[in-house]
Nanobody, 115 residues
Framework: QVQLAESGGGLVQAGGSLRLSCAAS????????MGWHRQAPGKQRELVAT???????DYADSVKGRFTISRDNAKNTVYLQMNSLKPADTAVYYC?????????WGQGTPVTVSS
């Protein structure tokens, strides 16, 4: 099994920055993808950014140029640096690990951006 431990959420003013971390443990397969999704109240969960074990990244259009995803394969940890935050970024952010048919979600960390 794979377990995910998220950290770094919180309250920040518009224009500020936060850094989320997600550490994976357990039966980690060498080839995998990790990333972040978010879900705002009353909305569907949406992709924010993903990164493969080879370093390929993908971003939602709404965060391009403001968010940066990175990973430390030695630590099985993925990071999401969020800059120039907007109230529209307010949501619960979920880490996701995928490898083959296996998909594992973290419990989520809340991010609140005040105007």
């Amino acid at each position: 099994q794979v377990q995910l431990a998220e950290s770094g959420g919180g309250l920040v003013q518009a224009g500020g920055s936060l850094r989320l971390s997600c550490a994976a443990s357990g039966s980690i397969f060498r080839f995998n993808a990790m990333g972040w999704h978010r879900q705002a109240p009353g909305k569907q969960r949406e992709l924010v950014a993903t990164i493969t074990s080879g370093g390929s990244t993908d971003y939602a259009d709404s965060v391009k140029g403001r968010f940066t995803i990175s990973r430390d394969n030695a630590k099985n940890t993925v990071y999401l640096q969020m800059n120039s935050l907007k109230p529209a970024d307010t949501a619960v952010y979920y880490c996701r690990y995928t490898s083959g048919f296996r998909v594992v979600w973290g419990q989520g960390t809340p991010v609140t951006v005040s105007s």
